[in-house]
């Protein structure tokens, strides 16, 4: 894959995310009946992505955006079934996990800055830490990520439910 594919394949992914951004976040305060339709639902879209990802052969772009907003359906399901799971209890882990320190999982530059995770190489940084509310901003378009995301981008092959409980035990 070329250099212009892949900077296609960047830009086509913070269309994707800025478009389904609202679609991923999961609600708190459901009912179980409520969390087990959106599971549901969620399930059955995963599917049908899997599905279409068979007929993208020869499009690396479409395969490629295809694979991560699967990989963002699966996640946003296992935040239901943690939270479904233990209700208030994991409710109450996650904002702990949430309040964990962002700088001390990325470290900034004196200017505050650093390079965003879900983009390419950049000259200049473009993710920064809003102190106040410990949220990482992306100034290229990728959106607003917690320390749960960050982690989880950090090491691909961990979980959301084991972020949570790493991030709440440091």
Known sequence: MDTYEKNLIGNKRKEVLSYWDNRFKVPYDLKKKEYNELIKETSSHIKKLQDSLHYTKGNELWKQVLSDEI????TK???MKFLFKGSKKNILDIQKAKEYPINELLEFNNRGFVDCLWHGPERTPSLSWDKKRNK??????CGDFDSIDILLKINPNEDFISAVKKLCQT
């Open 71 to 74: 990989e963002d359906y699966i």
């Open 77 to 79: 399901n296992k935040k």
């Open 136 to 141: 990482a901003h992306c100034f290229a378009g």
